[in-house]
């Protein structure tokens, strides 16, 4: 890829994810604060992409754009409008400023860590290579977390059942 | 050239944001709002390293990345089905209200 594009793209999309982040922390309105969150997570998939890292982006456009916020959307026109209001907030003060000090001290270390640095180009596709961890060195990880899955869908469900019909399932 | 410092400063940003908005909101779903952007930030990290850092596996990185992100499903839909559920019991989601377990 063209190394300059990458560069320009990089800094476009760490804009569009950073700005959007902050909106979500601003809007008023809670459907609004997730229309933002999409179009944060949509920067973050295209962040993926400028560091090769195809297969994660396609996840990530598909669980966390597409299924997590529709989630999050229904969660909030579940409850009336009187929740919808994002806008109250407590101790704004002291958390920004707990924010703040904790970023600046994850970029100090950051910074000033020897990382032992490689530039890989990852050259083609790296879902042939997730799949083969998957499946070969993480294959217990890989069951268990589709044990959680399935476990969290069936808590999900019972949580939310209606409270009448306790006795008859 | 993007390096590993520039993933690292935007990662940095982001869970700054994120944690702002988890703590300082008072309605539940909000708060997920901000955990949800944590993870991203995880994420983003843990990418980077995986792309700039040398590794015996580079790919493991990312496929830590796929677990964050089924972790991330699982517990928002657990979240927001208590969201609901809490809502149709005590007729708010305001986090500090709901304070039956507070001394």
């Known amino acids: ?169 | 050239m993007i390096g590993l410092e520039h993933v690292l400063v935007v990662g940095a940003l982001l869970f700054s944001i994120g944690l702002y908005t988890a703590l300082s909101r008072k309605n539940a779903v909000g708060v997920l709002m901000g955990i949800e952007i944590m993870l991203n930030s995880v994420n983003l990290n843990l990418i980077g390293f995986s792309r700039f850092v040398e590794s015996p596996n580079p790919i493991d990185g990312q496929v830590f990345a796929v677990f964050v992100i089924t972790i991330a499903a699982a517990e928002a839909a657990v979240a927001l089905a208590l969201a609901v559920s809490v809502y149709r019991l005590r007729q708010t989601i305001d986090v500090d209200k709901l304070n039956l377990l507070k001394w």
Do not use: C, K
């Open chain 1, 1 to 169: 890829m063209d190394d300059l594009a990458v560069v320009i793209a990089f800094y476009v999309l760490a804009g569009i994810t950073l700005l959007s982040a902050l909106m979500v922390s601003i809007v008023r309105d809670l459907i609004h604060a997730v229309l933002f969150l999409i179009l944060s997570f949509i920067g973050v998939a295209g962040l993926y992409i400028t560091l090769s890292a195809d297969f994660v982006a396609v996840a990530q456009v598909l669980i966390y754009a597409g299924a997590i916020s529709v989630l999050m959307l229904f969660a909030i026109l579940l409850t009336p409008r009187s929740a919808r209001d994002n806008s109250r907030v407590s101790y704004a003060a002291p958390i920004s400023a707990i924010a703040g000090l904790l970023g600046a001290v994850i970029i100090f270390v950051g910074l000033n860590t020897e990382w032992a640095e490689v530039d890989r180009e990852i050259d083609g596709s790296t879902a042939r290579a997730i799949g083969n961890a998957l499946l070969d060195p993480y294959v217990l990880p890989f069951e268990i977390a589709s044990v959680l899955l399935a476990i969290a869908m069936i808590g999900a469900i019972i949580l939310v059942r209606p409270n009448d019909e306790e006795g008859d399932l």
